[in-house]
């Protein structure tokens, strides 16, 4: 037989690196893929099934799948080829071709959960006419089937697969296969090698469907779950799954059978047929009440993303009908919301306790083994075995010599009154095959242990639950990410810069992440000027992101450089169809002069400011000029100048604070109004009112809570009045430095700054010394400021700017700017209309 030759007979493996040790590498086998729909009928027959039932497709498609299958029912029941408890070799029952009545069943009546079956065919007679010897039979063969219901809007009922156990024997061993289990290879709850692999190839499978009708058949296949065949470490022949208490319930219903059979004085053996049909009804039922509870579990967990809430809910799922005490534990990094951890854990690994749920008396655990506490776990543990295996571990009942070595982990309590007698089972939490964290599952001593059954039960919620949380983790991780990099993006702003106060918020989206291109930003500007930008990239997510903060540096950039407002927008606009077609932005760019109290703004699609006046608490949307979205091209924009007053205040903000999709943006502009009129103890106090008072005006229209991310900015106006001022006008003349130094102390005496006239004056001297050297004829301009700090402006007609320079023990020059990097808390250089201007700053005493 050919083996994964076909491309619509994938191979399965079997238990692969899941085997014990010494396990046999079974390979890969083809299986026969058999598609039945509503009607019953075969709507898809793979090559592997032409091979494995001798039905051609042609023959198959559009027949009855229940004439084409070997599920006569009319066949001796296969377990009773195979009673539970004997354990006897295949080859000594009487042969019989069969799939089993979970099969036939299926196809009779449906079948609302997976099975699975075993049973021996005889093969379809190939061609030739050579006469057979006396006694020739056909040969038969051994063959595994599972079964899986489908559900949904295609015409699809059944999917059935078949392999050919022989596939399974190594030729160069007579013992048969030593492996614990096999299952299809698509079932991703296995750990077989491969697994993902088919999955993703089911489509090619069956190749007469579409990609979406296959990617449903394989969806429903992975949330069944997967039917197990149990492979016997001794015997040749698979059994079927031990489901642990149906067949203890089967033993005892015998048992009952055989007394009243007694009883009534009639043999036992006249029961036998009800007997098995009984025995297989209490089996279904323990499969069907293993995947309602597992269903149920899948259904209480993963509501929420928050990871906190998701540990919650894994523990609280499985106390108490599968546990009297869940404890969870998860490594540090997945606490932390760090990277995914890499590495297998070692004795090094600390592990955090993250949530304990149980059916004691309350409080009874809370001091012995809190949660929040972190630890490591010592080799020669349950817990050191599961969480580097990453399989569970199950100890029937923890012994007083095992209490001892466990308990001796925490410190000062003693844990042993609480564990020992206990049934404990250790399942790991992966995810990607990397352990995430484990949960230790105790039942009491009165209940029973836990047996291999509840491994498989056990390991199934753990892998269910391992994603719930890989998921929580993940998004917790990316919105940690998301934050960061937002926070890394919108600038640090100071609440007070030159003649005024500033308070922003930033509100990060609910649609899609919280990363979005909303940004604000202020620059401090030359003649104690302060320039401020809001605004906002269209779109939302680490592409808005990231142009918002390509768009934001130029900004800063050509802030610096001084551009007139319109200026800045016209360089921007060009910047952005350089950078490509899909950069469109809006933005609101405004110059405060303190000085001249006036407002210098220019607009590029953005929403307008709102000014609130301070004499009379009324407040205006400014009537700008709208302008084209940055990124448009092609279309002036145009600035204009208001006049402001002490006190007044300026609100920007971007759209997403006032629009809101079915409602028009005219009734957030207004509440926007009203809002920041409303009078506020401090700034923080005044952008809290706006935001609250906008969510409130749209929930009460319908509108839901916000969606979009929101940029907030305001800045209370004081300005700096003309005693923080002083001036001079200085000629050409080297001997003015030394006037500049005498104006200079004079002017800081009357302020009460005598403290800095002595550094005042030296780099005074310094930049005044400069400026006439290299003026060409304008008188040079001095001037001081007063204001969060002392500031210090020279100007003159000169358009280069200087630099520092190194000078060298025997130069003349180069000297004075160092001089004033050294002592100055801020300086700097900027072009002019007219040439240049230099500045430095100097802290006010107390400040």
């Known amino acids: 037989m050919d083996r994964g030759t076909e ?47 001798g039905v051609s497709r042609e023959e198959a498609i559009g027949e009855p799948a229940i004439d084409l299958l070997p599920v006569s029912g009319a066949l001796p029941d296969i377990d009773d080829h195979l009673p539970y408890d004997d354990h006897l070799p295949y080859d000594d029952h009487a042969p019989y071709d069969d799939l089993g009545p979970g099969l036939g069943n299926s196809l009779d009546r449906g079948l609302g959960y997976p099975a699975a079956g075993r049973a021996r065919l005889t093969l379809p007679e190939q061609g030739g006419t050579e006469p057979r010897p006396a006694g020739w039979e056909r040969p038969r063969v051994d063959v595994l089937w599972w079964a899986y ?100 319930v089967e033993r005892r219903a015998r048992r009952e059978r055989a007394a009243r059979a007694a009883a009534a004085g009639r043999s036992a053996p006249e029961d036998e047929g009800d007997e098995g049909n009984e025995g297989e009804d209490l089996e279904h039922a323990a499969v069907r009440e293993r995947l309602e509870f597992l269903n149920e579990v899948s259904g209480r967990i993963g509501t929420s993303l928050d990871l906190s809430r998701t540990i919650g809910e894994v523990s609280r799922a499985v106390v108490p009908r599968f546990t009297d005490v869940a404890c969870t534990y998860l490594r540090e990094q997945v606490v932390a919301g760090e990277g995914f951890p890499e590495g297998v854990p070692d004795t090094r690994t600390m592990w955090h306790r993250v949530a304990l749920e149980h059916t004691d008396e309350p409080g009874r655990w809370d001091d012995v083994v809190p949660v929040g506490e972190a630890m490591p776990f010592p080799e020669h543990t349950p817990f050191f075995q599961c969480m580097t295996s990453g399989e569970p571990v199950l100890v029937p009942r923890i012994s007083e010599q095992l209490g001892h070595a466990v308990a001796s982990q925490f410190d000062k309590r003693d844990l042993r009154p609480l564990i020992t007698g206990r049934s404990m089972l250790v399942v790991p939490l992966k995810a990607r095959h990397v352990v995430l964290g484990f949960m230790v599952l105790l039942r009491h001593p009165e209940r029973a242990e836990f047996n ?69 930003d202020s620059v401090k500007l030359p003649g104690a000027r302060t320039a401020l930008v809001v605004g906002d990239v269209m779109g939302h997510g680490l592409h808005s992101a990231a142009r918002m903060g390509q768009l934001r540096t130029a ?9 007139p407002p319109a200026q800045l927008l016209r360089n921007l606009d060009d910047l952005a169809q350089r950078l490509g077609d899909t950069y469109l932005a809006t933005c609101l760019y405004a110059v405060y002069d303190p000085i001249a109290s006036e407002l210098h703004l220019a607009n590029a699609g953005h929403v307008p400011p709102v000014l609130v006046r301070a004499d009379d608490g009324r407040s205006e949307l400014l009537d700008l000029p709208t302008g084209a979205p940055i990124g448009v091209g092609g279309v002036p924009f145009e600035a204009v100048r208001v006049r402001v007053a002490p006190g007044d205040r300026l609100v920007m903000c971007t759209d997403g604070l006032v629009e809101m999709r079915g409602e028009d943006i005219a009734v957030g502009l207004a509440a926007l109004c009203e809002s920041a009129a409303h009078p506020a103890a401090s700034m923080d106090d005044a952008c809290d009112t706006i935001v609250r008072a906008l969510a ?76 006439v050297r290299h003026a060409h004829g304008r008188p040079v301009t001095l001037r001081l400021v007063r204001g969060e700090t002392l500031l210090c402006e020279v100007d003159d007609d000169d358009h280069e700017l200087p630099t520092l320079l190194s000078a060298g023990p025997d130069d003349e020059s180069g000297r004075g700017l160092r001089v004033v990097s050294t002592l100055a808390r801020e300086w700097g250089t900027s072009r002019t209309a007219a040439g240049k201007s230099v500045w430095f700053e100097l802290a006010l005493p107390g400040r």
């Open 149 to 248: 219901p489908l559900v949904g809007p295609g015409s699809e009922r059944l999917l059935v697969l078949a392999a050919d156990a022989e596939g399974l024997h190594r030729p160069d061993r007579d013992d048969g296969p030593r492996v614990e289990r096999i299952a299809p290879g698509f079932a991703l709850h296995t750990d077989f090698p491969g697994a993902e692999d088919l999955a993703r190839r089911l489509p090619d499978i069956l190749p007469s469907m579409s990609v979406e009708e296959s990617a449903r058949i394989v969806s429903q296949v992975l949330e069944l779950g997967y039917p197990i065949l149990e492979f016997s470490q001794n015997d040749r022949v698979p059994v079927t799954p031990d489901w642990g208490v149906a067949r203890r």
């Open 555 to 563: 900004v800063q950039t050509m802030a610096a450089l001084d551009l």
């Open 452 to 520: 291999d059954m509840d491994r498989v039960t056990g390991a199934e919620l753990a892998a269910r639950a391992g994603l719930v949380l890989d998921n929580a983790r993940m998004y917790t991780y990316q919105e940690s990410v998301a934050e960061t990099l937002q926070d890394s993006m919108l600038p640090h702003i100071p609440p007070r810069m030159a003649g005024c106060d500033i308070a922003t918020r930033y509100l990060p989206g609910t649609l899609l992440g919280r990363v979005g291109g909303d940004w604000f």
């Open 7 to 53: 491309r619509d007979t994938p191979p399965s493996r079997g238990a692969g690196s899941g085997a014990p040790p010494g396990a046999a590498d079974t390979g890969r086998i083809p299986l026969a893929v058999v598609v039945v729909d509503r009607a019953g009928l075969v709507s898809h027959w793979s090559s592997g099934a032409r091979r494995l039932f």
């Open 696 to 771: 409130d005006t749209f929930s009460k229209a319908g509108r839901g809570s916000r969606k979009d991310d929101v940029a907030l900015l305001m800045a209370r106006l004081h300005g700096i009045g003309p005693g923080d001022v002083a001036e001079w006008t200085l000629p050409l003349d080297p001997a003015q430095a030394g006037r500049a130094r005498a104006a200079v102390r004079e002017q800081l005496h009357d302020w009460r700054l005598a403290q800095l006239a002595d550094p005042a004056e030296l780099l005074v001297s310094e930049v005044v010394t400069n400026a």
